[in-house]
């Protein structure tokens, strides 16, 4: 007894001591690095609003700032308490050196030459360079827009070394910001450049006045940084490198700099030489039929390729961000829907942030704005909405243009899916005109000769369009998106891309009445039946891509169906109730369904429901696998049931079990007598193979599509697939007639 006594009592003791270490270990784990310590912080109050002295409720000298705040919110963090010595900037240094103190913050830059004597943490500020001018009309954001006017500045500084850059500028050196801020207030000069944070204050003290904070291309030689100094060697330093990335990551950091900084103090917490969104990879989807935003042409290699401005824009974003992307190509209805079902993160196509779009995602700023032309054949002279009255119109559904073309009086509009399609119906002289973006109707000049376009002039559009990025609902990419805007903007470069890819005359929003032009191209002349087999045929490898992934889905999607198919029709024949319920509501669920919204709740519901990004292409074998099994299962069914009654009894009569019976006398015959009703099943499923182009799968027909956006011919990519369609039912006919004789002929023998 006393033995089972003690045992029970080790136990015991043993596990309380496992407790105890446990908690004792939580204990530890859950401590701050530095709880219960005390230091010595010091600064040199004299440097708003990073830090200063102002009186308390009591009248009392109180330091307070940026920096205070961050002091701590990492006291807070890392567990200590602190003090603050306010000193001299010369004597920081010292006190660390002496250990008067524990660490500095104080606006302070890690030069190589304090290096040298203490150590410092990676930089939690980043100072940055403004111009200020009055608030109004005349504000100027850019050194550009500084160009020819008279500015103030500081003597002997790095302000005065960027002011002297600018172009034209009559420059006022003075002996301090204060002064410089002066002569703006006055009206003496237009701007003056100083530095960011000083220009925060001034505009609190003065309304009048208005700051922009120079991008980085302007303003290289501001990417210093301010650190926090500890004595070397200090375990200090460490923990405040993690605490500062802690303080970033739960934006902490941005709500101190927003309170001493406004709007833009964001920007002085971002590390100029770290991109937003360095490590990430994103997904652009775009609708590449949209030249010259957006379009495919073959590369070297005959792979397709997407280019165009859009595509250059998401380059430089991703470039300046620090990205990588991939870009999914699809239809255009299907855009706002990807976003939605988050099989992509931004869309950048074209798309104008219209009231309804904004209801389901975010729009960053707007980056272009395009210009509506009308497009006619060359002499029409229907260079204006008056002289559309009463003529035939096409262009495309769900767009401005649209509307603009319904205000047409007696105008007899014609709404299509594209603007490829829309200059078919133009070329096929089906309508009199279209209306179409400005810089779409150049490139289709470049095409097609007898053509002529006039840019319709703002006073009779009565609307200014515009395109955006789109992004998902709440997310981060608008803010980040909208500031790299702003800043390609500023430096000019959005203005290249729309010269490299629309012209000059594109760039000036307030002339659009001046761009009017007859094309004078020759590539396409009027000869014979206007067919132009040689130009389609230079995408044949795209035509054979087409084919393998055509192929490739039938096959699945075939074996899917077939399987699916077999196990729903023995169901459908057995006696178990429950099953058959089942098996009769799948298949009447799956044919009494169009197989296109089939397709569309498995794309783009799947994300939706379950989170799982599924692929195209295994959306597409998923659907048309289930679809083609509810088929399947009937044309089996009913060859089951057609197999003579006296088979089943006499196999029942020799005890033969019934899955023996199924698989080795009934099926066997049933196969036989389904055979053209299979191979009619499968040359269907080959057929509607065509609707998967509809969420962006390569097909044949996809190909055929693109190479009409590139080439602007209807005829010739169509017949090629239709043809290779046809080649391609009459091998499986073919085959299946031959396997059918070969039946037949084991019959007879």
Same mark, same amino acid.
């Given at each position: 007894?006393?033995? !089972?006594?003690?045992?029970?009592?080790?136990?015991?003791? &043993?596990?309380?001591?496992?407790?105890?270490?446990?908690?004792?270990?939580?204990?530890? *784990?859950?401590?701050? $690095?530095?709880?219960?310590?005390?230091?010595?912080?010091? /600064?040199?109050?004299?440097? $708003?609003?990073?830090?200063?002295?102002?009186?308390?409720?009591?009248?009392?000298?109180?330091?307070?700032?940026?920096?205070?705040?961050?002091?701590?919110?990492?006291?807070?963090?890392?567990?200590?308490?602190?003090?603050?010595?306010?000193?001299?900037?010369?004597?920081?240094?010292?006190?660390?050196?002496?250990?008067?103190?524990?660490?500095? #913050?104080?606006?302070?830059?890690?030069?190589?030459?304090?290096?040298?004597?203490?150590?410092?943490?990676?930089?939690?500020?980043?100072?940055?360079?403004?111009?200020?001018? !009055?608030?109004?009309?005349?504000?100027?954001? /850019?050194?550009?827009?500084?160009?020819?006017?008279?500015?103030?500045?500081?003597?002997?500084?790095?302000?005065?070394?960027?002011?002297?850059?600018?172009?034209?500028?009559?420059?006022?050196?003075?002996?301090?910001?204060?002064?410089?801020?002066? *002569?703006?207030?006055?009206?003496?000069?237009?701007?003056?450049?100083?530095?960011?944070?000083?220009?925060?204050?001034?505009?609190?003290?003065? %309304?009048?006045?208005?700051?922009?904070? !120079?991008?980085?291309?302007?303003?290289?030689?501001?990417?210093?940084?301010?650190?926090?100094?500890?004595?070397?060697?200090?375990?200090?330093?460490?923990?405040?490198?993690?605490?500062?990335?802690?303080?970033?990551?739960?934006?902490?950091?941005?709500?101190?700099?927003?309170? +001493?900084?406004?709007?833009?103090?964001?920007?002085?917490?971002?590390? %100029?030489?770290?991109?937003?969104?360095?490590?990430?990879?994103?997904?652009? &989807?775009?609708?590449?039929?949209?030249?010259?935003?957006?379009?495919?042409?073959?590369?070297?290699?005959?792979?397709?390729?997407?280019?165009?401005?859009?595509?250059?824009?998401?380059? !430089?974003?991703?470039?300046?961000?620090?990205?990588?992307?991939?870009?999914?190509?699809?239809?255009?209805?299907?855009?706002?829907?990807?976003?939605?079902?988050?099989?992509?993160?931004?869309?950048?196509?074209?798309?104008? $942030?219209?009231?309804?779009?904004?209801?389901?995602?975010?729009?960053?700023?707007?980056?272009?704005?395009?210009?509506?032309?009308?497009?006619?054949?060359?002499?029409?002279?229907?260079?204006?909405?008056?002289?559309? *009255?009463?003529?035939?119109?096409?262009?495309?559904?769900?767009?401005?243009?649209?509307?603009?073309?319904?205000?047409?009086?007696?105008?007899?509009?014609?709404?299509?899916?594209?603007?490829?399609?829309?200059?078919?119906?133009?070329?096929?002289?089906?309508?009199?005109?279209?209306?179409?973006?400005?810089?779409?109707?150049?490139?289709?000049?470049?095409?097609?000769?007898?053509?002529?376009?006039?840019?319709?002039?703002?006073?009779?559009?009565?609307?200014?369009?515009?395109?955006?990025?789109?992004?998902?609902?709440?997310?981060?990419?608008? *803010?980040?998106?909208?500031?790299?805007?702003?800043?390609?903007?500023?430096?000019?470069?959005?203005?290249?891309?729309?010269?490299? +890819?629309?012209?000059?005359?594109?760039?000036?929003?307030?002339?659009?009445?001046?761009?009017?032009?007859?094309?004078?191209?020759?590539?396409?002349?009027?000869?014979?039946?206007?067919?132009?087999?040689?130009?389609?045929?230079?995408?044949?490898?795209?035509?054979?891509?087409?084919?393998?992934?055509?192929?490739?889905?039938?096959?699945?999607?075939?074996?899917?169906?077939?399987?699916?198919?077999?196990?729903?029709?023995?169901?459908?024949?057995?006696?178990?109730? $429950?099953?058959?319920?089942?098996?009769?509501?799948?298949?009447?669920?799956?044919?009494?369904? %169009?197989?296109?919204?089939?397709?569309?709740?498995?794309?783009?519901?799947?994300?939706?429901?379950?989170?799982?990004?599924?692929?195209?292409?295994?959306?597409?074998?998923?659907?048309?696998?289930?679809?083609?099994?509810?088929?399947?299962?009937?044309?089996?069914?009913?060859?089951?049931?057609?197999?003579?009654?006296?088979?089943?009894?006499?196999?029942?009569?020799?005890?033969?079990?019934?899955?023996?019976?199924?698989?080795?006398?009934? #099926?066997?015959?049933?196969?036989?007598?389904?055979?053209?009703?299979?191979?009619?099943?499968?040359?269907?499923?080959?057929?509607?193979?065509?609707?998967?182009?509809?969420?962006?799968?390569?097909?044949?027909?996809?190909?055929?599509?693109?190479?009409?956006?590139?080439?602007?011919?209807?005829?010739? %990519?169509?017949? #090629?697939? &239709?043809?290779?369609?046809?080649?391609?039912?009459?091998?499986?006919?073919?085959?299946?007639?031959?396997?059918?004789?070969?039946?037949?002929?084991?019959?007879?023998?």
């Amino acid at each position: 007894m006393n033995k !089972l006594l003690k045992r029970k009592l080790s136990k015991f003791l &043993a596990m309380v001591i496992i407790f105890i270490g446990f908690f004792t270990n939580s204990i530890a *784990e859950n401590k701050k $690095p530095f709880e219960g310590k005390h230091f010595v912080m010091a /600064t040199s109050a004299n440097f $708003p609003p990073l830090e200063f002295v102002t009186l308390d409720e009591d009248g009392q000298n109180k330091v307070v700032g940026f920096d205070i705040d961050l002091a701590t919110a990492l006291s807070e963090e890392l567990g200590f308490t602190y003090e603050i010595m306010n000193t001299q900037f010369s004597s920081l240094i010292g006190g660390l050196q002496s250990k008067r103190v524990d660490f500095i #913050i104080s606006g302070m830059s890690p030069t190589d030459e304090r290096k040298k004597s203490v150590d410092f943490t990676k930089g939690y500020f980043f100072p940055k360079i403004a111009i200020i001018s !009055l608030k109004g009309d005349n504000e100027y954001p /850019t050194l550009k827009s500084l160009e020819g006017k008279k500015i103030a500045t500081t003597f002997g500084t790095n302000y005065e070394k960027i002011a002297q850059g600018v172009k034209g500028a009559e420059l006022v050196s003075l002996e301090n910001s204060v002064v410089a801020v002066q *002569e703006v207030l006055s009206g003496r000069v237009e701007g003056a450049i100083v530095d960011g944070r000083h220009a925060v204050e001034f505009v609190k003290e003065q %309304p009048k006045l208005t700051y922009h904070i !120079l991008s980085e291309k302007e303003s290289p030689a501001s990417n210093s940084s301010f650190a926090i100094a500890c004595q070397k060697d200090s375990p200090l330093t460490e923990e405040f490198n993690k605490a500062l990335v802690t303080l970033k990551e739960n934006g902490k950091l941005s709500e101190i700099a927003k309170k +001493w900084l406004g709007e833009e103090g964001e920007s002085f917490i971002t590390d %100029p030489k770290e991109k937003p969104l360095s490590g990430k990879h994103l997904i652009m &989807a775009v609708n590449a039929t949209f030249p010259p935003f957006e379009s495919v042409e073959l590369n070297e290699e005959g792979k397709e390729e997407i280019i165009g401005f859009d595509m250059d824009i998401a380059k !430089l974003l991703s470039e300046k961000l620090g990205f990588t992307y991939d870009v999914n190509n699809m239809e255009f209805s299907g855009l706002v829907g990807a976003l939605q079902s988050e099989r992509a993160d931004f869309v950048l196509s074209g798309i104008s $942030p219209t009231e309804e779009r904004k209801k389901s995602i975010d729009f960053t700023k707007d980056y272009f704005y395009p210009k509506t032309a009308i497009i006619c054949l060359k002499d029409k002279n229907l260079y204006s909405l008056k002289k559309l *009255e009463g003529k035939k119109i096409a262009t495309t559904f769900g767009t401005n243009y649209a509307n603009i073309a319904e205000r047409v009086k007696d105008g007899k509009v014609t709404l299509l899916n594209s603007s490829p399609l829309v200059m078919q119906e133009l070329l096929n002289e089906r309508v009199d005109a279209a209306i179409i973006d400005a810089s779409q109707a150049s490139e289709f000049m470049k095409k097609y000769n007898n053509l002529e376009f006039h840019v319709l002039p703002e006073s009779e559009v009565k609307a200014t369009d515009s395109y955006a990025i789109g992004c998902q609902k709440g997310s981060e990419l608008v *803010e980040i998106f909208n500031k790299a805007l702003t800043e390609l903007e500023e430096a000019g470069e959005i203005e290249k891309l729309v010269v490299k +890819w629309m012209g000059e005359e594109f760039t000036k929003v307030n002339e659009a009445d001046k761009i009017n032009e007859v094309s004078d191209n020759n590539e396409i002349k009027d000869e014979g039946l206007k067919l132009h087999f040689g130009r389609v045929l230079e995408y044949k490898k795209l035509f054979v891509n087409g084919l393998v992934i055509s192929l490739k889905f039938t096959i699945l999607s075939a074996v899917a169906g077939i399987v699916l198919g077999t196990i729903l029709a023995l169901i459908k024949v057995s006696k178990i109730k $429950p099953l058959q319920i089942f098996a009769n509501v799948y298949t009447s669920v799956f044919r009494g369904t %169009p197989l296109l919204v089939q397709l569309f709740l498995v794309y783009f519901a799947t994300p939706q429901l379950i989170g799982y990004k599924i692929p195209t292409l295994n959306a597409a074998v998923i659907t048309f696998g289930l679809n083609s099994a509810a088929y399947v299962s009937e044309i089996l069914r009913g060859g089951i049931q057609s197999i003579d009654r006296g088979q089943y009894e006499a196999s029942m009569a020799l005890g033969v079990p019934y899955y023996k019976m199924m698989k080795d006398i009934i #099926i066997p015959q049933a196969v036989k007598v389904v055979l053209p009703g299979l191979v009619n099943e499968m040359i269907a499923l080959l057929k509607e193979s065509s609707l998967v182009s509809t969420i962006g799968v390569v097909d044949m027909m996809r190909a055929s599509q693109t190479v009409m956006n590139v080439t602007y011919l209807a005829f010739e %990519p169509f017949i #090629i697939v &239709a043809l290779m369609y046809y080649v391609l039912v009459m091998i499986l006919t073919s085959f299946a007639n031959i396997l059918e004789g070969r039946l037949r002929k084991n019959d007879r023998s």
